[in-house]
């Protein structure tokens, strides 16, 4: 539909705007560059040998006189740094597993209780109801600094502190997700429900068999923010955790006096930013759902 | 009948006890905790607010986050909707959208790495300024601190705020600017008259989300300059950080209602107006 305008648009107003079309292309190029920059700096870095690395960036990272520059590609591609992270730092697996169990714990809480708190909210009416909704709302958009302190009192209260349940659980029940796949669910018509309810069909069956299949989009869309969220989340682990072994890589800020420091740097960089990378790729289409969603107007 | 009327309150009910008791009941302490002395939890009636209101650091955080505030987010959401309108005419659209939703993607650990070499005082934006024949500065270590901020947070959110505008530009229908066209309206009065009252409601939703939004700066702030940045980039979150390390937990406690309070206060202030912006 949208192209079908633009094209009737274009046709219509054909003369004179070549130029000014692409200056606004040019203008939008380099924006984008911009924004993709960091990401080329980090895997051009992440292949660049140790002795470029340390002429380049030996400014920076080893005080030398002058400034850094960077080329866009390295003249000598390597995959040295991506073996070091692999075979000789075991902290960073660890710090790997942790981010991996982080996210799977609070994506698995969002998608048990939240689903369901969506589908009520979306499909059932109950007393008080737009209150319930209204407290989620809140929730949701007041930043953690606000609920820090009442996080970690609860956390203190029943020993989770230092733990990644304490990151885990308060994560699973964040009212964010709800809201989105509220969004989802309350598209579906009552009516379908209710010709299934006099076939016969029991509450959770029309969960199961209508809600979720119906919503699934919704789900993702929920999934792959809440990946993103949490892959890369760093207040929490910042205040709850002390010890290092519990480290997700969201926190881990490598060492960068060093040249063969900094080749690790930039490989463990992207390694961490790999799994986000991939949710993106695979479900750009879910998140700009779920980033609409989160905007409807309730 | 009642197992009727609650029926739905069941699906809520395992997520909302996890909402009560990870959220709702600790923040009832954190208020009842406000009004409590540090030491000896007798009443204090309000001398923590009074404590907070008068503490420098305090200040200078609120002060550095309505700075912050007002200086990203008209930039960001007027540099969004711009590219909107102009990715939305094209069939290239979608690729150069998907560059600006990258960074969404990219975790702020890794962003650091960049800002780090990036804005060193020997790093390479200097390194390309001297080229330019300008002078270089230490970027993260003065005045600057704060626009480098502005910067990553516009950076990291056009993407978000393009897919909102978007939305709200697919929203519109065609038809109303074909019969403008008949009537021999041009471009920009089509995008004065009709693009933008009708984006009215998107705009709303979209400040709040970008305000909210921009609590996250600190994650940038925090990896590329620590606990004690430079003070023109001392934020909320700091603030907050170093009262924990502290224990000083009366005025945290004091600070946290009074921030929601005033959250809550903008939000349902531009809920108003927004209601009475969408009809």
């Known amino acids: 539909m949208m192209e079908k305008k633009l094209i009737k648009k274009e046709l219509m107003e054909k ?174 018509p009552d009516s379908l429900l209710e010709s299934a309810r006099l076939d016969g069909a029991r509450e959770w069956q029309l969960f199961c068999y209508i809600g979720l299949p119906i919503g699934s989009s919704g789900i993702i869309a929920a999934m792959v923010l809440g990946f993103l969220e949490y892959w890369s989340l760093i207040e929490q682990p910042l205040t709850f955790l002390k010890e290092k072994r519990l480290f997700p890589l969201s926190i881990f800020l490598p060492d960068i006096t060093s040249a063969s420091q900094s080749g690790m740097a930039f490989a463990a960089s992207v390694i961490t930013f790999f799994p986000a990378l991939l949710v993106f790729l695979g479900g750009q289409d879910y998140l700009e759902q779920g980033i609409m969603a989160g905007a409807v107007k309730e | 009948m009642a197992k009727k009327k609650w029926r739905g309150f069941f699906w809520i009910l395992p997520s909302f006890s996890g909402v009560a008791a990870f959220y709702l009941l600790p923040y009832a302490d954190v208020v009842r905790r406000s009004f409590l002395g540090a030491v000896d939890n007798r009443f204090a009636g309000i001398s923590n607010y009074q404590a907070i209101m008068g503490n420098t650091a305090f200040r200078l955080a609120v002060r550095n986050t309505i700075k912050f505030t007002l200086s990203c987010i008209p930039v960001l959401i007027l540099l969004a909707l711009a590219c909107a309108v102009a990715l939305c005419r094209s069939k290239y659209g979608g690729v150069i959208k998907s560059a600006f939703l990258m960074p969404m993607a990219l975790p702020a650990v890794s962003v650091a790495l960049v800002w780090r070499l990036l804005f060193h005082s020997q790093g390479l934006l200097n390194y390309w300024l001297e080229h330019l024949g300008l002078a270089g500065q230490d970027w993260m270590n003065g005045k600057s601190a704060f626009w480098i901020l502005v910067l990553s947070y516009i950076w990291k959110n056009l993407g978000y705020d393009i897919v909102l505008w978007m939305a709200g530009l697919a929203g519109i229908s065609e038809n109303i600017y074909e019969a403008a066209k008949v009537d021999g309206a041009g471009e920009w009065k089509c995008f004065l008259h009709i693009t933008l009252p009708n984006l009215k409601p998107s705009f709303y939703t979209i400040t709040v989300l970008s305000f909210l939004n921009s609590f996250k700066v600190f994650r940038e702030a925090y990896l590329v300059a620590g606990d004690y940045p430079h003070e023109s980039i001392y934020m909320m979150q700091h603030l907050f950080n170093n009262w924990f390390r502290n224990f000083s937990f009366d005025k945290m406690a004091a600070a946290a209602v009074v921030e929601s309070v005033v959250l809550l206060g903008l939000i349902l202030l531009l809920q108003k107006t927004w209601d009475s912006g969408a009809e």
């Open chain 1, 15 to 188: 003369k004179g705007i070549h130029a000014g079309k692409l200056l606004l292309w040019g203008v939008l190029a380099v924006l984008a560059a911009i924004a993709l920059y960091p990401v080329f700096f980090l895997v051009s870095g992440s292949v660049m040998g140790e002795d470029e690395l340390g002429s380049y960036l030996g400014p920076v990272v080893s005080g030398k006189e002058g400034y850094a520059e960077f080329p866009l590609l390295p003249a000598y591609p390597t995959l040295r740094h991506y073996v070091e992270v692999f075979l000789d730092s075991p902290e960073f697996f660890v710090m790997f597993w942790n981010s991996v169990k982080i996210t799977f714990g609070v994506l698995a809480g969002q998608l048990l209780a939240g689903t369901m708190a969506a589908w009520g909210f979306a499909k059932y009416d109950f007393p008080w109801k737009k209150g319930f909704f209204l407290i989620y709302m809140i929730l949701m958009l007041l930043p953690f600094q606000v609920l820090m302190l009442s996080d970690y009192l609860v956390l203190d209260r029943l020993g989770l502190t230092d733990n990644l349940w304490g990151i885990i659980l308060p994560g699973a029940f964040s009212t964010f997700p709800v809201f989105i796949m509220y969004r989802f669910f309350v598209e579906l």
